[in-house]
């Protein structure tokens, strides 16, 4: 179970658009990610280096958290609000919610779940 002071700290990251490094900084070395019912992504450093190659697509990101953020025992669920300006200018506004399961204060597992009609850029 991660302390309240990782997790804020964890959810700063994000906010700040430093996504590579919270990875680098708060998964398990093993770590796996999944988005929706996707294949599961295993390994913090392959999961650093698809969230740099996503990164290098985009102008610019604004992430969100939006509070609450529910926690049970080595559970977190966090809501994010994401907005990507890619390269071409167009933009992509998309909201998550990312379950999660610790071990101590790094993440060992996540699995996102959004619409994925969401994922089309305006």
């Known amino acids: 179970m991660p302390t309240q002071k990782v997790l804020e700290s964890f959810i700063a990251r994000v906010e700040s658009n430093q996504h590579a490094d919270a990875i680098a900084e708060f998964y398990a ?3 796996s990610m999944r988005e929706n019912q996707a294949e599961t992504r295993i390994g913090r450093d392959n999961l650093i280096a698809r969230e740099r190659s996503v990164l290098a697509r985009a102008k610019s990101v604004t992430s969100e958290c939006v509070r609450p953020i529910f926690v049970s025992g080595d559970r977190v669920v966090i809501r994010w609000k994401f907005r990507f300006v ?35 850029p305006k």
Do not use: H, K, S
């Open 86 to 120: 890619w390269l071409d200018d167009t933009v992509t506004e998309m909201e998550e919610i990312a379950y999660q399961r610790w071990e101590g204060n790094q993440i060992a597992e996540e699995q996102f779940f959004y619409d994925p009609g969401q994922r089309q």
């Open 29 to 31: 070395e093993n770590a």
